[in-house]
Structure formats: C-alpha cells, structure tokens
T-cell receptor, first 113, second 112 residues
Framework: GAVVSQHPSRVICKSGTSVKIECRSL??????MFWYRQFPKKSLMLMAT?????????EQGVEKDKFLINHASLTLSTLTVTSAHPEDSSFYIC?????????FGPGTRLTVL | QKEVEQNSGPLSVPEGAIASLNCTYS??????FFWYRQYSGKSPELIMS????GDKEDGRFTAQLNKASQYVSLLIRDSQPSDSATYLC????????????FGQGTTLQVKP
C-alpha cells in the first residue's frame, strides 16, 4: 500500500518550453501533496505544498508563476515548470501525505538544454 | 529558521559493523521524526519513524530520540554493502501543515 507514482520519470526539453509533471497516489487519497527539488549531492528542498481544492502554498524564494501547481483531485497533483531554463534542471520529487507519513514518488529528472 | 543538521560524511564502516547516524534539530515543538534512505538517482524511501523518547527497533535498524537534547539517531546493526546509501533525517514541522524539513543527509559506505 501507500504507492505514489510520477510521470514522466525523465524529460529533456529545450529552453523556453513548459514541462508538466504528474504525481498520483495510487491506493490512497491524499488531500495534501508536496513538491521537492533536489540538486546533485544536495538534500531535498520543499518547493510547495499542494492542497486539493485550494491554491498551493509556496516556500520562500519559489516563484509561483514559474512553478504552477494544480491539485485537481484527491489522487492527482501536477507541477508545470513554465518557460524552463537550464538552471531549472534538477530532480523533482513529489510526496503524498497519508497515514501520518509522507510517501515519495520515484522522481522526475528534468534536463533543460 | 527551522533547521535539521546532519554530518554529511561519508561514514565508512566495515561489513558487519554497527553504523551510527546522528541528527539534531532546532524546532522544539516537533513531535515526529523520520529516517529515509536514498540511493543515488532514486527518491527517498522511509525506513523508520519515531515519535516518543527512547528507542524503536525494526529489524537491523534502531532509531533513538531524545527530545530534551533535540537529537535523533539511527543505528544499523550488521551493516551490509547494500546499506550503502545516503540517509536523510527529516523532522515534521510543528503545527498541522505536515511539512518535513530534511537534513543534508549522511552518506554511508559499507565496505565488504
């Protein structure tokens, strides 16, 4: 139980394009999901908290107009990186809150050329 | 600024030894603490959670919590090469947001 999926697992795009990443809780409902970013050899940095039916809460320093989050249902949250640039290249990981814990998706490796 | 501190390592232990990983945190109101294991290129995997002072054992893993000292540790007994990974300490922020603050992680190397 408590499985979280992410799609795609890997994406390469050109600078200036937008990329959408999906996060799904497969066997439980998650009113809250979290989006993290991890640069090489660094820890996870929380970007935003995604709440079903309401606007996401962004951490300080994270541009909400660049990283669009939509929590459309109790099992799906999406992160759209708009007008991606090479400095946005990173490992993006979502987690879903359930049973008092956070369960992580497998991550999405984004490379912006 | 709520913080979680870990020694980044690497911590190197021989196979079969006990590996001891440590973590301190700044938020005195925190009640929930987690240890995650992360292999290179993969997402974190929860291995232990602890909520009360004292020890909690699960197989070869023992988590220890001391809220007065704001200290949480993870012991891995009979370390195996497959335990080589980065171990992330995470502390749930006080309140009801469910947010976790992660330490920078300790890299463990278990040498055969």
């Amino acid at each position: 139980g408590a499985v979280v999926s992410q799609h795609p697992s890997r994406v390469i795009c050109k600078s200036g394009t937008s990329v959408k990443i999906e996060c799904r809780s497969l066997d439980f409902q998650a009113t809250t999901m979290f989006w993290y970013r991890q640069f090489p050899k660094k820890s996870l940095m929380l970007m935003a908290t995604s709440n079903e039916g309401s606007k996401a809460t962004y951490e300080q320093g994270v541009e909400k107009d660049k990283f669009l989050i939509n929590h459309a249902s109790l099992t799906l949250s999406t992160l759209t990186v708009t007008s991606a640039h090479p400095e946005d290249s990173s490992f993006y990981i979502c987690s879903a809150r359930g049973f008092g814990e956070q369960f992580f998706g497998p991550g999405t490796r984004l490379t912006v050329l | 600024q709520k913080e979680v501190e870990q020694n980044s390592g690497p911590l190197s232990v021989p196979e079969g030894a006990i590996a001891s990983l440590n973590c301190t945190y700044s938020d005195r109101g925190s009640q929930s603490f987690f240890w995650y294991r992360q292999y290179s290129g993969k997402s974190p995997e929860l291995i232990m959670s602890i909520y009360s002072n004292g020890d909690k054992e699960d197989g070869r893993f023992t988590a220890q919590l001391n809220k007065a000292s704001q200290y949480v540790s993870l012991l891995i007994r009979d370390s195996q090469p497959s335990d080589s990974a980065t171990y992330l300490c995470a502390v749930k922020v006080s309140g009801n947001t469910g947010k976790l603050i992660f330490g920078q992680g300790t890299t463990l190397q278990v040498k055969p």
